[in-house]
């Protein structure tokens, strides 16, 4: 297997035996996203760049973005489609290349217009998807995401016409951002690279967020790679970590932890990139001295961390997102309008969603030892797989207990650990 561009970077540092890091920083200044492309180039480790986009290009209002940009007004990220396509390459200017390739991250629903400005400008990576950039937090329909989406991804393919190789990302394993079981994080993230694999793309990389508990994260990361064996023959694939993505911990010290045992999952694992969070991430958006801090932590942590060999077999997590994969592909050829109706029969229900278009009949909770586990599977083709009589009533209190797990976890024990660790503000 082979592909040029983003997925080739991050596959020559995976066999050289380096893990990719990767900040998620967008400016709306042009000169502080360069200045931020070129700390991140500079930074020890083996990193990509990043462009995050505007919150207004993100829900495809260009009308705000570029007003914006003509008051002088800051955003938080950078509004490639509302930038004219000079400025944007002279932000990228001597520094993308494939010594150093930039991914563009933006979180919408509708990103047929971000898609062009990628073409425009010559960029050829990016993240998202159709179920992933919708629920929970989107504001239309998911059939009107899923069409957006094979639009887009059938317009990013073409570039494989020019001889050169687009990468997509799955944002899948990252739903909900907490409380969502890794077996469903897992499962989505395999169909959305499916998704992206069946509308031309060849170079995909799937995503899974650091959860609540160590040995339930390396069960899902070698679940995901497992589907993404089976189910991307001939396809260039790597996996791709987050830090986790729900309330994180205040204190640097219990920020560097968590960033840490995240580099060690994706290390351990053998998993080839990770998405990195930094000690500011629970107060503001983090300066780019921050971002370049956090990639110098995780490279190094990684570095020390020794492979984990997968104990093989048919662990439980794999189990259930295998089996919720193989209902949804049961229901349609086509991976969009499977998921759709997926989603229509609750094969497919995100705990705690609350978007129209989620059936909302699942609930997850955290058990005494921090793992992630259903409280009621719902509608989920998961009778036979899950323990029957797991289904249990989760209170308020319990969840709001849930949601904050690991900030008191981690914060806790910079606490414990002394005054020099626990400074308030979660800024170093």
Same mark, same amino acid.
């Given at each position: 297997?082979?592909?040029?561009?983003?997925?080739?970077?991050?596959?020559?540092?995976?066999?050289?035996?380096?893990?990719?890091?990767?900040?998620?920083?967008?400016?709306?200044?042009?000169?502080?996203?360069?200045?931020?492309?070129?700390?991140?180039?500079?930074?020890?480790?083996?990193?990509?760049?990043?462009?995050?986009?505007?919150?207004?290009?993100?829900?495809?209002?260009?009308?705000?973005?570029?007003?914006?940009?003509?008051?002088?007004?800051?955003?938080?990220?950078?509004?490639?489609?509302?930038?004219?396509?000079?400025?944007?390459?002279?932000?990228?200017?001597?520094?993308?290349?494939?010594?150093?390739?930039?991914?563009?991250?933006?979180?919408?629903?509708?990103?047929?217009?971000?898609?062009?400005?990628?073409?425009?400008?010559?960029?050829?990576?990016?993240?998202?998807?159709?179920?992933?950039?919708?629920?929970?937090?989107?504001?239309?329909?998911?059939?009107?995401?899923?069409?957006?989406?094979?639009?887009?991804?059938?317009?990013?393919?073409?570039?494989?016409?020019?001889?050169?190789?687009?990468?997509?990302?799955?944002?899948?394993?990252?739903?909900?951002?907490?409380?969502?079981?890794?077996?469903?994080?897992?499962?989505?993230?395999?169909?959305?690279?499916?998704?992206?694999?069946?509308?031309?793309?060849?170079?995909?990389?799937?995503?899974?967020?650091?959860?609540?508990?160590?040995?339930?994260?390396?069960?899902?990361?070698?679940?995901?790679?497992?589907?993404?064996?089976?189910?991307?023959?001939?396809?260039?694939?790597?996996?791709?970590?987050?830090?986790?993505?729900? *309330?994180?911990?205040? $204190?640097?010290?219990?920020?560097? #932890?968590? +960033?840490?045992? &995240? =580099?060690?999952? !994706? /290390?351990? %694992?053998?998993?080839?990139?990770?998405?990195?969070?930094?000690?500011?991430?629970? *107060?503001?958006?983090? $300066?780019?001295?921050?971002?370049? #801090?956090? +990639?110098?932590? &995780? =490279?190094?942590? !990684? /570095?020390? %961390?020794?492979?984990?060999?997968?104990?093989?077999?048919?662990?439980?997590?794999?189990?259930?997102?295998?089996?919720?994969?193989?209902?949804?592909?049961? +229901?349609?050829?086509?991976?969009?309008? !499977?998921?759709?109706?997926?989603?229509?029969?609750?094969?497919?229900?995100?705990?705690?969603?609350?978007?129209?278009?989620?059936?909302?009949?699942?609930?997850?909770?955290?058990?005494?030892?921090?793992?992630?586990?259903?409280?009621?599977?719902?509608?989920?083709?998961?009778?036979?797989?899950?323990?029957?009589?797991?289904?249990?009533?989760?209170?308020?209190?319990?969840?709001?207990?849930?949601?904050?797990?690991?900030?008191?976890?981690?914060?806790?024990?910079?606490?414990?650990?002394?005054?020099?660790?626990?400074?308030?503000?979660?800024?170093?």
């Amino acid at each position: 297997m082979s592909g040029g561009g983003f997925g080739s970077y991050v596959r020559r540092a995976h066999l050289a035996g380096d893990l990719v890091v990767q900040p998620r920083m967008g400016m709306s200044d042009p000169a502080l996203m360069r200045a931020g492309l070129l700390a991140t180039k500079a930074a020890a480790g083996r990193t990509v760049g990043t462009v995050t986009l505007d919150s207004y290009t993100r829900v495809n209002d260009l009308e705000s973005a570029g007003l914006a940009l003509l008051e002088g007004v800051p955003l938080n990220g950078y509004p490639i489609v509302s930038h004219d396509l000079e400025t944007t390459r002279r932000v990228l200017d001597g520094i993308h290349g494939p010594d150093f390739p930039v991914q563009v991250r933006h979180g919408s629903a509708a990103p047929l217009d971000i898609f062009r400005a990628l073409l425009r400008v010559g960029l050829d990576a990016s993240e998202g998807g159709p179920v992933s950039y919708c629920l929970p937090y989107g504001r239309i329909p998911l059939r009107e995401s899923v069409r957006n989406w094979s639009r887009s991804c059938e317009l990013f393919s073409r570039l494989r016409e020019l001889g050169r190789e687009p990468h997509l990302e799955t944002f899948g394993g990252c739903m909900l951002g907490q409380l969502c079981p890794p077996s469903q994080l897992v499962a989505i993230s395999a169909l959305e690279a499916l998704f992206f694999h069946q509308h031309g793309l060849r170079s995909i990389s799937a995503s899974y967020a650091q959860q609540t508990h160590r040995e339930q994260d390396l069960e899902a990361v070698f679940a995901l790679r497992r589907l993404c064996a089976e189910l991307l023959p001939g396809t260039d694939w790597h996996v791709v970590v987050y830090a986790y993505m729900g *309330v994180y911990p205040t $204190t640097p010290h219990g920020a560097l #932890a968590l +960033l840490g045992e &995240a =580099a060690e999952l !994706a /290390a351990a %694992t053998g998993s080839e990139r990770l998405i990195v969070k930094t000690v500011a991430e629970s *107060v503001r958006i983090p $300066t780019v001295a921050e971002n370049v #801090a956090a +990639l110098e932590h &995780a =490279a190094a942590r !990684a /570095a020390r %961390t020794e492979r984990v060999a997968d104990g093989g077999g048919d662990s439980q997590t794999y189990a259930e997102a295998a089996a919720l994969v193989s209902a949804v592909l049961n +229901l349609d050829p086509d991976v969009g309008r !499977a998921m759709l109706l997926a989603f229509q029969r609750g094969y497919l229900d995100i705990p705690y969603c609350l978007h129209p278009d989620n059936q909302g009949r699942t609930r997850s909770y955290l058990d005494g030892e921090g793992r992630l586990r259903w409280a009621d599977i719902g509608r989920l083709p998961l009778a036979g797989v899950v323990e029957a009589g797991e289904s249990r009533t989760v209170s308020s209190g319990e969840l709001l207990g849930a949601l904050s797990h690991i900030r008191w976890k981690y914060d806790d024990g910079a606490i414990a650990a002394g005054p020099g660790h626990a400074l308030a503000g979660g800024a170093a």
